[in-house]
């Protein structure tokens, strides 16, 4: 089955990857970019991603990236505590939580793609076109530096990002992503030890919000820090992750936000560069799979980074479509050969025998692919449209708008503003629609094909 991915984003590695171990092999992933620089600065893996990120035996190369959080601390924006809540294996997941560098994580993928499945990425080939065959298949075209060229695969995937042109030609009247007004500042800095060096904090409400998470091991009372800060009403709605912006401006709308061990003017005014973006999503669509072509991750579902959830779906996308692709050819196969034996007792003219075989390989081929695109679909659409609304009401950071809407100027008892009940509840429902409840991801069975443990 020749399979073409679009995007070597986190999503399209994983793809390949999950693809590899379901048992595929022709697999090509075209990349706009003409290198893979690894940009970016932090993001988290949630304990669902590294479960599948571990299951690929990719955890080792993973972990030697980043840090494993045990501590998520919700703050109002005077740094007085609201909820705080253990993390990852502190948490009793069988996997961690881990921060690591967005850049870093994509050229890990990007190596464990070219040593299991060699030279199979085309850089310089931006999607510009694509038609469906009558055969089923799937014709794509890419602008390259020495003109057009079109490719035709069995399967094509769309893991080409927010700005997504696979998901544009299924939806042209879509337009930009739609902007929440809020801004996003994103850096990376080097500052005394966050806490206990694994302690991720999230500061403010729905205005303004402080957002910072260790990168590093901490060495002589400093480590890497991750942040974002947030504000409404600044900045301008064109998704670009490569902005680069001037941090004095943004410290100096932190300017006393300086709490017990906490100096967050100090920290933006401290990053080595400020990258700038509008806190855009997609509205959820009603269909991602068109003939032979589907989409994962933020071509799919962009979502806001509430609940820091975007990388850990698409790393999930991919092992549920490998997953689904997986065992449909393993059916396919497995009935085709008894269906085969019977044929072969039957018949006596082996040449006509042998062009049914061929065309009934190709059929039993396509029908594998419709009904694994149908499946993959039905696990995810769903759950992502659920997911993205989630994340519109702010996810898990609920609690930090309830908490400023019912004690505007600080609050000496958080019990007598939010009970306990209700913190509790809203950390639950958002790990529920997330799919990293504890006990359920512990307990589930694993997408790793023929592997239902
Ligand atoms: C440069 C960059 C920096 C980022 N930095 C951060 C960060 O610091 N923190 C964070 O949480 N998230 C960051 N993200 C987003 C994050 O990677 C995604 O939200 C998440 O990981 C889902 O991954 P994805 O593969 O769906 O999308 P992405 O990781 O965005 O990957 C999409 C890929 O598709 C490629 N592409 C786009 N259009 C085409 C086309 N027409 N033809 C071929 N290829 C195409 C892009 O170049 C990109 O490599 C960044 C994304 C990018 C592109």
Redesign the pocket.
């Known amino acids: 089955m020749r399979i073409g991915i679009?995007?070597?984003?986190?999503?399209?590695?994983a793809t390949a990857l999950s693809l590899e171990a379901a048992g595929f092999r022709d697999i090509t992933v075209?990349?706009?970019?003409d290198e893979?620089r690894g940009?970016?600065?932090?993001?988290?893996l949630l304990p669902h991603a590294i479960r599948e990120l571990t299951e690929l035996g990719l955890r080792d190369r993973v972990e030697a990236l980043g840090i494993a959080p045990e501590t998520l601390v919700y703050m109002n924006r005077f740094g007085q505590h609201i909820w705080s809540e253990p993390r990852g294996l502190a948490a009793g997941y069988r996997w961690p939580q881990l921060s690591v560098h967005?850049?870093r994580l994509?050229l890990a993928l990007r190596d464990a793609v070219v040593e299991r499945l060699g030279d199979v990425i085309r850089l310089g080939?931006?999607?510009?076109a694509a038609e469906s065959g009558d055969d089923g298949s799937e014709t794509v075209h890419?602008a390259t530096a020495d003109g057009e060229i079109a490719e035709t695969y069995d399967l094509v995937i769309g893991?080409?990002?927010?700005?997504?042109?696979?998901r544009a030609l299924r939806y042209p009247a879509e337009g930009a992503p739609p902007w929440s007004g809020l801004t996003l500042w994103?850096g990376v800095s080097e500052a005394p030890v966050l806490v206990d060096g694994r302690t991720m904090i999230m500061a403010g409400d729905g205005e303004q919000k402080f957002v910072a998470y260790p990168l590093g091991v901490p060495e002589n009372g400093r480590q890497r820090l991750n942040f974002i800060a947030e504000r409404r009403g600044i900045g301008h709605p064109d998704a670009d992750?490569?902005r680069s912006v001037d941090p004095g401006p943004i410290a100096e709308l932190f300017a006393d936000w300086v709490f017990d061990g906490l100096d967050v003017p100090a920290i933006i005014a401290n990053a080595e560069e400020i990258?700038e973006y509008p806190m855009v999503d997609r509205d959820a669509l009603p269909q991602w799979t068109y003939g032979r072509t589907t989409l994962?991750?933020?071509?799919a579902h962009?979502m806001y980074?509430n609940g820091?959830n975007?990388?850990s779906?698409?790393i999930l996308d991919a092992r549920t479509l490998a997953f689904h692709l997986g065992t449909a050819v393993q059916r396919a196969t497995a009935q085709r050969t008894t269906t085969q034996g019977a044929t072969a007792q039957r018949t006596t003219t082996q040449g006509a025998t042998a062009q049914r075989t061929t065309t009934q390989g190709a059929t039993a081929q396509g029908d594998a692919i419709d009904a694994a695109l149908a499946g993959y679909e039905e696990a995810r659409r769903p759950a992502m449209t659920a997911l993205l609304a989630g994340t519109r009401a702010t996810g898990p950071e609920r609690v930090m708008l309830l908490a400023a809407e019912r004690a505007p100027q600080g609050f000496t008892r958080i019990d007598d503003v939010i009970p306990r009940a209700e913190r509790e509840e809203i950390a639950n429902a958002y790990k529920r629609a997330a799919g990293f409840d504890p006990s359920i991801l512990n307990e589930r069975s694993s997408l790793s094909v023929g592997d239902r443990a």
Do not use: K, M, Y
Not at 6 to 13: K, Q, R, S, T
Not at 39 to 44: H, Q
């Open positions: 679009i995007g070597a984003g986190i999503g399209g590695l075209h990349e706009r970019t893979i940009l970016g600065v932090g993001l988290n967005r850049g994509q080939h931006r999607l510009v890419f893991a080409d990002g927010i700005h997504s042109a696979v994103r992750w490569n990258l994962v991750g933020d071509a962009a980074p820091s975007g990388g779906q698409a």
